[in-house]
């Protein structure tokens, strides 16, 4: 019998405490000290252990709603990531007994309210063109108002659903606007591609040009050489009578006219002198 009740009463004595929890020790009531993780003893009947986790926790909110600033409704799912201190273990416990309460009294509370003000001040298309901002700003509100011993880690957004009609009209514009950029790339192209025809163009009619201008100027060249050579064979002739005459010998073929007048001239024995 003395056996059963030492054992009782060393049962009663120890407590255990888990990794990622610390032990809030009561002494009839009264917070006297934090047992850290492991095997500890205490004062039976009159002492108690709570365990309070310190390990990283999440909270998930869905179904919250807001209006954007262009009063465009939305549901969103929230979750938060926080932890304990350590050293503010006691506090949790003497200000909410459990971490429960706390995420009930301290979190919960103030999502709505923030989530609020922070998505009322971004319109529908920035809300979601700036998410990664808007989670900031959300998670940087709520940090202020979590006043407690509570790190607020992060906050995210995991989605946002507007209304059927905001997202169909949303992707009614967005289907326009592929429509005028298909339009104006279709413009582009065709300008560039008229572009080319002009400057193929441009380039035969330069090539053109420039033959014909090639080909006058070897008409004009020959025709100046053969005036020249014209001039230079008159010259000649002028300053050589006996020229003429020895040129028409030089042509003659030894052929007399086969009709000739009687008592007439050889015709090429006596040439006239045309330089006269």
Same mark, same amino acid.
């Given at each position: =019998?003395?056996f059963?009740?030492?054992? @009782? ?5 120890? %407590? !255990? @405490? ?5 032990? @809030?020790?009561?002494?009839?009531g009264?917070v ?24 990283? *926790?999440?909270?998930? %909110?869905d179904?919250? /709603?807001? %209006?954007?600033?262009? +009063? ?7 979750s938060v ?7 503010? @273990?006691?506090r ?9 309460? =706390?995420?009930t ?18 319109t529908?298309?920035?809300a979601?063109? *700036?998410?990664?901002?808007?989670v ?11 006043? /407690?011993?509570?790190?607020? $880690?992060?906050?995210?957004i995991?989605?946002? $659903?507007?209304?059927?009609?905001y997202?169909?009209?949303?992707? $009614?514009r ?6 005028? #950029? ?5 413009? +582009?192209?065709e300008? &560039? ?18 033959? #014909?201008?090639?080909? #006058? ?10 005036a ?8 000649? &002739?002028? *300053?050589?009578?006996? =020229?003429?005459?020895?040129?028409t010998a030089e042509r003659? *073929?030894?052929?007399?006219?086969s009709t =000739?007048?009687? /008592? /007439? ?9 045309? !330089?006269?």
């Amino acid at each position: =019998m003395a056996f059963i009740i030492l054992a @009782v009463l060393v049962y009663l004595s120890s %407590y !255990t @405490v888990n990794q990622g929890d610390r032990g @809030v020790v009561l002494r009839l009531g009264k917070v006297v000290r934090i047992a850290e993780p492991g095997f500890g003893l205490k004062y039976p009947f009159i002492e108690s252990v709570v365990d309070i986790p310190v390990r990283h *926790d999440a909270m998930l %909110y869905d179904n919250m /709603g807001a %209006y954007s600033r262009d +009063q465009q409704p939305a549901k969103m799912t929230v979750s938060v990531n926080f932890h304990i201190l350590p050293s503010e @273990v006691a506090r949790v416990y003497a200000s909410y007994g459990t971490v429960a309460n =706390m995420k009930t009294k301290l979190i919960a509370r103030q999502i709505p309210t923030q989530l609020e003000n922070i998505f009322g001040q971004y319109t529908a298309i920035s809300a979601v063109q *700036d998410r990664a901002k808007l989670v900031l700003d959300l998670q940087n509100a709520l940090r202020k108002s979590v006043a /407690g011993p509570v790190v607020i $880690d992060s906050v995210q957004i995991e989605n946002i $659903d507007f209304s059927p009609a905001y997202e169909k009209s949303v992707e $009614d514009r967005m289907k326009a606007e592929v429509a005028i #950029a298909t339009r104006e790339q279709n413009l +582009q192209t065709e300008k &560039i591609q008229a572009e080319i025809v002009v400057t193929q163009a441009q380039a035969a009619a330069n090539s053109k040009l420039a033959t #014909a201008k090639a080909d #006058a100027e070897s008409i004009r060249l020959k025709g100046a050489a053969e005036a020249e050579a014209i001039r230079e064979k008159g010259a000649a &002739i002028k *300053d050589n009578p006996g =020229m003429l005459s020895l040129t028409t010998a030089e042509r003659w *073929d030894g052929k007399l006219p086969s009709t =000739m007048i009687p /008592g /007439g001239a050889v015709p090429f024995i006596r040439t006239p002198d045309t !330089t006269k």
